[in-house]
Nanobody
Framework: VQLQASGGGLVQAGDSLRLSCTAS????????MGWFRQAPGKEREFVAV????????TYADSVQGRFTISRDNAKNEVYLQMNSLKPEDTAVYYC????????????????WGQGTLVTVSS
């Protein structure tokens, strides 16, 4: 599986943005998927994960209630809908995949997309 993230851009505080991650291959539905982010000068951090079926999701406290992760296994895509964006959400956002499980620790994922930059101005 190869991952391609897209949808980043420059927005103002309070705006919304939707990130997409497209996966190649025929086994997408067997992978747990996650979104992580890395702000300038900071370590990569967990944002959200979603199980293979899409039924279960987990969010970082900092984005709970504002971000929604979803997936479409028929299209081999996972999404991150980001609402009420804040300047502190500014980061490069990465999608990640690993077989079956969805840990919230980035180091446990073995497949990563190239990242898409989200910049939120105040």
């Amino acid at each position: 599986v190869q991952l391609q993230a897209s949808g980043g851009g420059l927005v103002q505080a309070g705006d919304s943005l939707r990130l997409s991650c497209t996966a190649s291959g025929r086994t997408f539905s067997t992978y747990g998927m996650g979104w992580f982010r890395q702000a300038p000068g900071k370590e990569r951090e967990f944002v959200a994960v979603i199980t293979r079926s899409g039924v279960n999701t987990t969010y970082a406290d900092s984005v709970q209630g504002r971000f929604t992760i979803s997936r479409d296994n028929a299209k081999n895509e996972v999404y991150l809908q980001m609402n009420s964006l804040k300047p502190e959400d500014t980061a490069v956002y990465y999608c990640a995949a690993r077989p079956y499980t969805v840990p919230t620790i980035g180091g446990k994922y073995n497949l990563w997309g190239q990242g898409t930059l989200v910049t939120v101005s105040s």
